[in-house]
């Protein structure tokens, strides 16, 4: 029995978010998120691209071959990460110069091929794009939250309007140019995963290895 559509779109917000739980996707939260703008604009991208590669892959599910189903999965997001790419660069060109390859790297993801593999695959359309849907906003919502942090404290400002008034313009903030490397995201990615498996520690792997008990606390 499938559960609830409801249930479906709001589990992988949180509970099962793709970034936090399942540390899918990493690879964008970390390059695209120097700003807000741009944290958008790959969150929008990926979102589209997952729901309609769900959707059509859901709607031809009983007529692909086992034996090449991959490839047809690859196929259809690929045709459709082209087709997103070419319209970012026809009207929003100087984001997807800064988005670089990374727009076109959503045709490898792991969170869009898992998700048409694991589910679109195997059940009907409505159920596969609430699936994507939910998975997509998951996605972007750590998207959202760590370029606005990075925006605001590596440069003073969010989507280019000014937020805390910078020494150049005459304040008191100096922007912390840390915020806008790389490993920067990589730490507040990891305090992302650190606070939810703090307040859901169910979410926490069990340990790999169990130490044995001290001799001396068995006496």
Known sequence: MRPPLRQTFLTPLIHENPVTLQILGICSALAVTTSLDTA?????SLTVVLVLSAAAISLIRQHIPVS????????IVASLVIVIDQVLQAYLF?????LSVFVSLITTNCLVL???ESFARSNPVLPSVVDAAGN???YSLILVVIGSIREIFGKGSLMGWPVLPTVETGGWYTPLNLMLLAP???FLLGL????????????????????PDHPEAAE
């Open 94 to 98: 100087d984001i997807s110069q800064r």
């Open 114 to 116: 898992g998700r048409t």
């Open 192 to 211: 992302a995963v650190w606070a939810i498996r703090t307040i859901l520690p169910e979410q926490a792997e069990p340990l790999s290895h169990q130490p």
């Open 184 to 186: 920067s995201a990589f």
């Open 40 to 44: 958008l604009t790959m969150s929008v």
């Open 136 to 138: 997509g906003f998951g």
């Open 68 to 75: 090449i189903r991959l490839i047809v999965q690859i196929l």
